[in-house]
């Protein structure tokens, strides 16, 4: 209840009154700055994310000429048949066999040359022709997911992971705040205007962002697993005093120096999964081969569409390993290459508490889990971030002053910024990536404000 004398407003309610004004001034002044730090990369990763999400339909259409094949009335040729098939039109060195996930999808072999990169080889297992030759993690798809996660552009890039992660939640966080509704009509739930006026901008921004904050967050979370430092560290953290398995897991064989993630697409838990090694042969004892190998394989009912990376020496393994969509098929197996016995056989059900969350929200990020209901529900957030930028943009650039950037004005108390620099650096020491560039941003506002009060005062 408002307190009045004679009339007026109270000193109490004034002051009351400026401490909000200062305050909602302060919030909106770090919105702006994080905006304009990360939407340009939030409308990269929408973009990209969007299209990878259908990336089994997406590579099946693009790459159509040499991902499918026609089984009718057919026999499959065996493993080391495709193999050398492989290896007659691209000479080098077999390192991995993909088993296709369907029996109108090629196999892939992936060859390693004398010189350069890995090959991938597509061939039609049904008559052995060669279907196409490609570099390794080449299609479509994988374009678009190195694109996604900055790996394209190399190791110090994907560090930006983690910072727009980061920024993405304090946006939402301040957003809301922004979004607080204070006795307005409209903009609430409901779109004021034309597209002529900014508060039309206005109320698109903040309706669009507090429907889809949530998602925002939860993309925001579990992307950062692939930053390059907090994900790194959490994944060493969760997984590595076990030879890089979760925690939990009996490994009592001889381990190899070699990681899971260097010869297999691997999920994110096993990404510092060191390779078993087989023990040192009879003498004269052969190795079982790669035909053994996958009927093994199959025997044990590892999901269709699994990878087999081949041994690379007499103390090397068959490691085949899936990831589909149903996390409780996902699978690691090492196979003894003298014996064709498993020497690590892994499962989802085996994973720690930990790694099952994270792997769950991975998996949902991915638009795999609750399939095309999943796919279309993420389509629509990825919409809704790229929304989010153009309408703020549209309402910046409406908002501004000419020949100004357009900065919200400073809170005229300084000592609101004390609790808000608070709150951005406990969020700076849970992301210290963020925190980093949060820092960077406090001292360069603070250096132009000094800078803009010493032209005033001249």
């Not at 720690?352 to 796919?375: D, K, V």
């Amino acid at each position: 209840m408002t307190e009045l004398t004679g009339g007026a407003v109270s000193p109490k309610s004034a002051a009351q009154a400026a401490g909000n004004i200062d305050l909602y001034r302060a919030v909106w002044r770090w919105h702006f700055y994080a905006g304009l730090l990360v939407l340009p990369f939030m409308i990269t990763l929408a973009v990209t994310g969007a299209i990878y999400i259908f990336k089994d339909e997406v590579d099946s259409f693009v790459h159509a000429d040499f991902m499918q094949v026609n089984s009718v009335n057919q026999q499959k040729l065996a493993p080391s048949g495709i193999i050398a098939a492989a290896l007659k039109a691209q000479p080098g060195t077999a390192v991995k066999y993909t088993d296709p996930p369907t029996d109108r999808r090629s196999t892939e072999i992936t060859v390693q040359p004398e010189t350069g990169g890995p090959m991938a080889i597509y061939v039609n297992q049904y008559g052995g022709e060669v279907l196409e030759i490609r570099p390794d993690r080449s299609t479509f798809a994988w374009t678009v997911r190195y694109l996604h996660s900055f790996r394209f552009f190399g190791a110090t890039p994907r560090m930006w992971i983690e910072i727009v992660a980061g920024f993405a939640i304090l946006l939402v966080a301040t957003g809301i705040y922004l979004w607080w509704p204070r006795n307005q009509r409209g903009g609430v739930l409901s779109v004021r205007g034309t597209p002529q006026r900014r508060v039309f901008w206005r109320d698109t921004h903040a309706v669009t962002g507090i429907v889809a904050g949530g998602f925002i967050v939860f993309l925001a979370a579990t992307g950062l697993p692939w930053s390059s430092v907090w994900g790194a560290k959490v994944n060493e953290w969760a997984n590595g005093s076990n030879f890089g398995y979760p925690s939990g897991l009996r490994v009592d064989v001889p381990m190899s120096q070699d990681h899971l993630d260097h010869v297999a697409k691997t999920s994110w838990s096993l990404e510092q999964a060191q390779i078993p090694e087989t023990a040192a042969p009879a003498q004269g004892m052969p190795s079982i081969g790669i035909d053994t190998a996958i009927q093994t394989f199959n025997e044990l009912g590892l999901h269709r569409g699994y990878s087999v990376a081949l041994p690379s020496g007499p103390n090397g393994v068959f490691s085949g390993s899936v990831y589909p969509d149903d996390l409780s098929q996902q699978r690691v197996i090492h196979l003894d290459q003298n014996t064709g016995e498993p020497l690590i056989d892994m499962s989802y059900s085996d994973y720690g508490p930990l790694a099952r969350i994270l792997e769950w929200g991975i998996n949902t990020h991915m638009g795999q889990t609750f399939g095309l209901a999943n796919q279309l529900l993420l389509l629509l957030a990825c919409v809704a971030i790229i929304l989010l930028a153009v309408s703020a943009a549209v309402m910046w650039w409406k908002r501004r002053p000419s020949g100004s950037l357009g900065v919200p004005p400073l809170p005229t108390d300084k000592r609101v910024f004390a609790g808000l620099f608070l709150i951005l650096g406990i969020g700076g020491l849970l992301f210290p990536l963020t925190g980093l560039a949060l820092l960077s941003l406090i001292l360069i506002d603070l250096s132009w404000q000094g800078l803009s009060q010493r032209r005033r005062a001249a």
